[in-house]
């Protein structure tokens, strides 16, 4: 008899917590919505994770210490067994790289270095190794707020058109938009798209229609609709992610996704831990807000859906858990009872 190869999860941890070991890699069992552990393969706090195109690499960030420790490695996948083979190691040219994406060529890794409020450009040959970094580009501004002293890169993307590198930088209150030319970056046309000033763009994600854009603010609790063409963003509305009466002190919000229908859109919420949900008029891009559910633990940091849509995997970093959810029709996140323990989590990442 064959062993069935196992839907692979991988979560993305950190490991200057003392509680985990690096990157995680799971079993999913889509009827059940559980996760069996596979492997471990050690890395210091690859706190995000992301695949290549084809999905046969995974490349993970590894924050590091200081300003100047950040980098980035590259793993090969076994798909019957889920394990990781580490390929390559590169620096990153800034402190705490935290996020990073490939081009849709599956060519170019692009890396977000927080501390500097940075983006690093690295070439991926065919076998998923890294090389030197062909670009370094620095961001240069600062924001209203105590967190905003200088730039921030937090979040890349390539816009749907696949045209355009964004990149949410909280530091500035801007979604900075480029081309990317054989490893290189230049500004777009327009070069940027501005965000109410306080608000510290963290994340940000498309509707599926690739008409609006949804950017959750870091620092004031917020969720922006913009309406998105050629690269222009139009903003429609501005939404606060937890009650109006909420004690906001120490409090922020970390990912936001909008889920694969393009119905519902949802943000999580550390210091309140919950998940707020809004509803997606899919003529206007306008939001109506669902109201907000506890995460059933402390700090939600990334979230994700299963392949089919049907839940929600939020990554509790505080209390070492990762939880689902199902998605009801209206929106609304129910808890499905199942919680697996993952040392401080940030990033699930369904293969």
């Keep these: 008899m064959v062993a069935a190869v196992p839907n692979l999860v991988y979560v993305g ?20 919505g559980t996760l069996t552990p596979l492997a471990i393969t050690e890395l210091a706090d690859p706190s995000f994770l ?29 798909p019957q067994s889920g394990a990781l083979t580490q390929l390559s190691h590169q620096p990153t040219g800034g402190g705490e790289p935290c996020h990073l ?16 409020g940075s983006v690093a450009v690295l070439p991926i040959d065919a076998e998923g190794r890294l090389g030197p970094m062909t670009e370094l580009r620095q961001h240069e501004g600062s924001g209203p707020g105590p967190t905003q002293t200088g730039p ?29 030319r054989d ?7 327009p070069p940027f798209g501005r965000l109410h000033a306080g608000a510290a763009p963290r994340h940000l994600s498309f509707h599926p229609n690739g008409r ?6 870091e620092a004031d609790m917020t969720i922006t609709a913009f309406s998105y063409t050629d690269g222009t963003f139009e903003e429609l509305q501005v939404l606060p992610t937890v009650p109006e009466d909420a004690d906001r002190t120490g409090f922020s919000t970390a990912q936001i996704l909008v889920e694969p229908g393009g119905r519902f859109v949802y943000v999580s919420n550390r210091g309140h831990d919950s998940i707020a949900a809004f509803a997606i008029n899919p003529a206007t891009g306008l939001l109506s807000p669902l109201g907000t559910v506890p995460t059933q633990g402390r700090t939600p940091r990334n979230f994700t859906f299963d392949p089919a849509g049907k839940r929600a995997y939020v990554a509790n970093q505080g209390s070492d858990t990762v939880v689902p959810f199902s998605i009801a029709a209206n929106g609304q996140l129910q808890q499905t009872g199942e919680v697996t323990a993952v040392g401080a989590p940030v990033c699930v990442l369904f293969r």
Excluded: M
């Excluded at 890169?153 to 990317?180: M, N, W």
């Excluded at 490893?183 to 046309?189: K, V």
């Design 50 to 78: 992301a695949f290549d195109p084809t999905r046969q690499f995974l490349f993970a960030v590894s924050e590091g210490e200081g300003r100047d420790g950040g980098a980035v490695a590259s793993f090969r996948i076994d």
């Design 212 to 217: 609006f854009a949804y950017v959750n603010g």
């Design 183 to 189: 490893g290189h970056l230049e500004p777009a046309n």
């Design 101 to 116: 994406c490939s081009d849709p060529s599956g060519k170019w890794l692009i890396v977000a270095n927080h501390e500097h």
């Design 13 to 32: 941890t950190y490991t200057r917590s003392g509680r985990s070991g690096g990157i995680h890699a799971f079993d999913h069992d889509a009827a059940a």
């Design 152 to 180: 921030h890169a937090h979040f890349v993307t390539f816009d749907p058109t696949g045209e355009r590198l964004l990149v949410c930088d909280k530091g500035i209150d801007q979604v900075v938009s480029y081309r990317l």
